[in-house]
């Protein structure tokens, strides 16, 4: 044994200790929450130093019992729902736009990507003057110019404000991902096209049997990286409709508990649901790029 | 063979930093070096605001004199939920911070503040205390803290609105809109129906005179501050949110009472029959002042120690400002009832703080006049932070004591007389009858009461076809399992 291991340095000590920051850094700021984070979930919670009896589930029990924590699981799933709806096929049509654009595709596709430049806080900010419930509303102004009624953007009753939540998503983060899809369209050999149109394919026969084959691995791996992405919604519904419950979203709810009402233990039974969940979502994720890759080679 | 010795490596790695990540026992922000303690400020200015950093430093520079054993660190700290927990878990918490009358009873039961009964009782203050606030900051008859002051709600007047409508105008003409007719008859609303139809009036005729969108009343619906100001409107309507029973000698939950739908109606029908609400149906405190301030609003219920704000953040005249009383309601049986919500700020200790630190941030309570104390420094620290305020073109009302000191309230009285810069008849109304219509937030989990009725609130602003009662109903039962029922446990 001793043998073994005097070998497995001799031969690999150069290499670990490239590792060994690395692998400090992320126990330190990755695995050790976590595994805090699972500890405290268990535990009746006073404050961090104060980590009194062991509860087993109850603080799991607690919070499955929270109308609120249902609610904003149930919003969760809306927003990865309608960002799905909305905001996944529009980086592709976009991507498809700007890669049969003759003159200016630099100009367009920096164009396209700017909002992404803007920090995110801000970015929401802008929205928020555009959905304004009063006249003074940016969209409110143009539709009173128009002779049409104000409309309560983000509260009309029975039209939740997801929808929207997810469009501003949508503006923000489209450009980012178009990008992808231009590098993927890019790499496709033109003379398939050629030889399409040769064949009497019109557009639709070859964006079907040309482009999108192209595209689809990168549609999987980018759709799976979207809803994981807005699984973690948190700061668009905290700006733009603050704590209204028909928008509240999962991680908005974990920080309430965990930080604004100090219920820390709770919190944490919070964050292990949330990663459980992401967890899944990233091992089918993993699955596709490995399938990906092999497909590849 | 390799793949199991990297997953020893490193699994040992983990548990050794978890193993150091658990050792909180680290040492408390109080140190004493060399003989001298030093004792951090958490409401010290921010350093942009150079009036307020100088005067502090003045008076840091008093107190260290007279007490060469102490050294004071500011150390700017706002309260806020979101950086609090951090701050206390890495010691790096003030030894003395502000914070809200909604969070001692938290902040107590998570072990992040300490008791100071002993020292204060010391200092011979605790008897100096005004009996309301003291019973805020008392748990199992320790003390946690002293107030820096209160308020009550009320509703703050624009009176520029109201004399562009014409419900109000100069008439002794010194400049000033009055808020009384010729025969001394309020033109303020003094009933909750009066408060109904002042605001339905102003929206509408703002509208057809001169084509402005203009709320008559903020109402805010968020951040748990609907449910603050909305428990005012349910006591005027008359009833309590939380009652002891006394056959059961249990607590229970209250948000359904007849009082409570009332007052749920009353704001519906202001929002859909009326218009005459905000159409932003989730405002919080940080809002009612940008629409007061911007004439988008008349009125709003504000605590009176936020009067301020308008004339801070979007120079509105002083002039133009009337606070008064919030107004009385009416019960099925037709009998009256009004109330002023009232809390307030108070200082608290860090869980950290030694006894020696404590004793020193209190002393230095006389220097910043905080204290009950009326010595020539208490004096001449109030005087020069009244000449700051008013430098700074902020507006000075009479405060609302956290001492109840007789020699205090003399002191005080005779400051006041000096450095009140409002036009207090415009005022008077509520300082007049906050002694007897004054009552303190519900007792138990308070903080989660105002969010659930915040939720309500919302769905009756964003819902025309909303059932007040069925959503109180809900409320009710939604805050009695989840919270009252621990209270009797």
Known sequence: MVGNLKRFFGKNLGGYLIMLPSVILFAFFIWVPLLKNLHLSFFDVTNYDTIGDFVAFDNYKTIFANDLFIRSLLNTLQYIGWSLLIGFFVPIFLALLVNEAVHFKGIFRTALNIPNFIPGIAATAIWVYFFRSEQNGVLNSILANLGIDKVNWLYTPNWSAIPLIVLTMTWKGAGA???????????????????????????????????????????????????????????????????????YSLLQILYKTAIEDMKIDEGAAMGVIVSLMLFILTFVYLRIVNRKQKAGA | MKKMIVSVLLLASLFAFYACSNDTSGSSNATTTTGITDITIGFWPESNLTQDVEMYEDWERLFEDDYPQY?????????????????????????????????????????????????????????????????????????????????????????????????MTDIDMDGIVDIYDEEGNPLYPTTMDELYETSAFISHEMMRLYGEEVAGLV?????????????????NFGEALQVYD???????????????????????????????????????????????????????????????????????????????????????????????????????????????????????????????????????????????????????????????????????????????????PNFEPFYDGLATTKRPEEPYYTQEMYEILDGVIQQVLTNENANPEALLNSANTSFETNYMSQVND
């Not at chain 1, 993927?184 to 070859?206: C, K, P, V």
């Not at chain 1, 791996?221 to 409709?241: C, G, H, K």
């Not at chain 2, 609090?84 to 003395?96: E, I, K, N, R, Y």
């Not at chain 2, 109402?219 to 006591?235: D, E, M, P, R």
């Open chain 1, 177 to 247: 991902t178009m990008l992808i899809y231009l590098a993927a369209l890019q790499t496709i050999d033109s003379t398939y096209y050629e030889a399409a149109r040769i064949e009497g394919a019109n557009m639709w026969w070859r964006l079907r049997l040309v482009t999108f084959p192209t595209l689809f691995q990168n549609m999987k791996t980018l759709l799976i990286l979207q809803v994981i992405a807005v699984f973690q919604v948190f700061y668009e519904p905290l700006m733009l409709t603050k704590q209204n419950p028909y928008s």
């Open chain 2, 71 to 167: 050294n004071i660190v500011g150390q700017p700290y706002v309260y806020d939920t979101a950086t609090f927990p951090a701050l206390a878990s890495t010691g790096q918490l003030p030894v003395v911070f502000e914070t809200w009358f909604t969070e001692p009873e938290k902040l107590v039961s998570k072990g992040y503040v300490r008791d100071i009964t002993a020292i204060l009782s010391e200092l011979e203050w605790l008897d100096k205390m005004d009996d309301e606030m003291r019973a805020e900051l008392t748990f199992d008859e320790l003390v946690y803290g002293i107030p820096r002051d209160g308020y009550g709600l009320g509703l703050f007047l624009n009176l520029e609105i109201f004399e562009m409508v014409g419900l």
């Open chain 2, 246 to 424: 006394e056959t059961t000698e249990t607590w229970r939950a209250n948000l359904n009472s007849p009082a409570a739908v009332k007052a749920l109606e009353w704001i519906y029908e202001l929002k859909w029959t009326e218009e005459a609400l905000p159409a932003t149906p989730s405002l919080t405190y940080s809002d009612w002042y940008i629409y007061i301030g911007t004439n988008q609003a008349a009125m709003a219920f504000v605590g009176s120690d936020a009067i301020n704000l308008p004339v801070t953040n979007y120079e509105m005249p002083k002039d133009y400002i009337a606070f008064v009383p919030m107004p009385q309601g009416t019960d099925d049986q037709m009998q009256t009832h009004q109330y002023t919500l009232f809390g307030g700020t108070p200082f608290m200790f860090s869980a950290r703080a030694t006894d020696e630190q404590v004793r020193g941030a209190l002393l230095f309570m006389e220097y910043i006049g905080r204290s009950p104390e009326t010595s020539e420094i208490a004096v001449q620290s109030i005087n020069r932070g009244n000449t700051v305020a008013e430098n700074k073109g902020m507006t000075i009302v009479p405060s609302i004591k956290a001492w109840k000191d007789p020699a205090y309230l003399m002191m005080m009285a005779e400051i006041e007389t000096r450095y009140v810069n409002v036009y207090m």
């Open chain 2, 219 to 235: 109402l805010l619906s968020a951040n748990k501050n609907g449910g603050w100001q909305f428990s005012n409107l349910v006591w």
